[in-house]
């Protein structure tokens, strides 16, 4: 265990003894000799805990810190959401325009998906690692072009779009695709030029294997019995809008403050990212019914804007994302009305940061002396 830095407040008291009850619940998942993760605590815009636990690669002694850059994962798609805000805000791009406006070779089932559609996973694209074979690994990755490629080979989307809900990763490779079309730049440049260096998140990119490298990078790990192995890359890591930004907590940190201080969209351009999505009936979607690996509540009620779930969790509006993929997994919490943010990053996949994060932010959102909205 690293320990980075303790920013105590006394708001709400927030002192020594909550850092020693946050660290209780993550001290004891890694040591010295494994892979870890990476925790932050935001209250009011200031890092009241940080800490990393565990190595950042099992054949090396480098520690997990606050620069250690891991895969985000899904955490990504609120970049890509964002890149494609900053194009409509600039006039660039519509949240109406359709797959076959910006692709006119894109079959013509695609002129009912729009942009809006991608965003809230309502577009009925069908998934693209279902119609992959055995030609991609993790030495011969998928890349978008590829992705959109085997997506105007299929003859119909799985549902009429705006009719139901299915999380895609189909939708937010073809977003970076969009962002990179309609901006003239490779959509990891995009980001790099509008939102990383305009944050001074310095940290941060869009992995390209063979293009870039990875700052402070941790490797990700899988645990087999007792022992962990290193499983960093599979055949689908080298997409990008759905899942190739690597990241840490101190750069995370910066976006944070963005989000909070509506640095890149003010308060109203950015409603639209927080406003969950209606069917094409104005009904309230759901999870499909049938439980599937991106299917976290089948059959429930779903509430997604553009980039972030958008449920409360015990009665306090939040907006989340989680990551998952080979040799990884990630959460970010952010509760808008305490100003309360919670970060976990692991680089193994034995570990749950959905439920760390929750247990963490009930240490906190005690503290506020409420509880499903009421003072207590």
């Not at 990393?52 to 606050?66: E, F, N, T, W």
């Not at 990755?141 to 105007?152: A, Y």
């Not at 299915?166 to 959509?187: D, H």
Request: with cysteine; aromatic share 10%.
């Amino acid at each position: 265990m690293v320990l980075l830095c303790v920013a105590l407040s006394a708001w709400l008291g927030v002192n020594s003894a909550a850092a020693t009850e946050i660290d209780s619940l993550f001290a004891h998942l890694a040591d010295e000799h494994s892979p870890g993760l990476a925790v932050m605590v935001r209250q009011n815009g200031r890092t009241v805990f940080a800490r990393g636990y565990g190595l950042r690669r099992l054949q090396s002694p480098a520690k997990i810190d606050a620069k250690t850059d891991f895969r985000l994962a899904s955490f990504t798609k609120q970049f890509t959401a964002m890149a494609v805000m900053l194009l409509v805000r600039d006039g660039k791009l519509r949240y109406d325009q359709t797959l076959t406006d910006i692709f006119p070779d894109f079959p013509v089932w695609g002129r009912a998906i729009t942009v809006r559609h991608l965003l809230t996973h309502t577009s009925g694209l069908p998934d693209y690692e279902d119609l992959m074979n055995d030609a991609w690994t993790p030495a011969h990755q998928i890349r978008d072009e590829e992705v959109l490629g085997l997506l105007k080979q299929q003859a119909s989307p799985k549902f009429a779009p705006g009719t139901s809900w299915a999380y895609s990763n189909s939708g937010y490779v073809l977003l970076g695709l969009i962002v990179a079309k309609v901006s003239g730049e490779p959509f990891g440049q995009f980001l790099q030029d509008r939102i990383f260096n305009t944050l001074r998140m310095r940290d941060t990119l869009a992995y390209l294997n063979g293009q870039n490298i990875v700052p402070n990078r941790a490797w990700g790990h899988s645990k087999k019995g007792d022992q962990f192995g290193e499983t960093d890359q599979s055949p689908t890591s080298a997409t990008l809008g759905d899942g190739g930004v690597y990241s840490n907590l101190q750069d995370l940190a910066r976006w944070d403050d963005a989000l909070r201080n509506h640095t890149l969209l003010s308060r109203e351009e950015m409603a639209a990212a927080l406003t969950p999505a209606k069917l094409r009936d104005g009904s309230e979607p759901h999870w499909p019914a049938s439980p599937g690996e991106y299917n976290l509540a089948p059959g429930k009620p779903v509430s997604y804007g553009f980039g972030w779930f958008l449920d409360a969790y015990e009665g306090h509006p939040r907006m989340w994302h989680t990551g998952s993929t080979m040799g990884f997994r990630t959460v970010i919490e952010r509760f808008t009305e305490e100003n309360l943010t919670i970060v976990v990053l692991c680089n193994r996949t034995d570990l749950d940061p959905s439920g760390l994060a929750l247990r963490t932010a009930d240490i906190f959102l005690s503290r506020t002396g409420r509880r499903n909205g009421k003072m207590e």
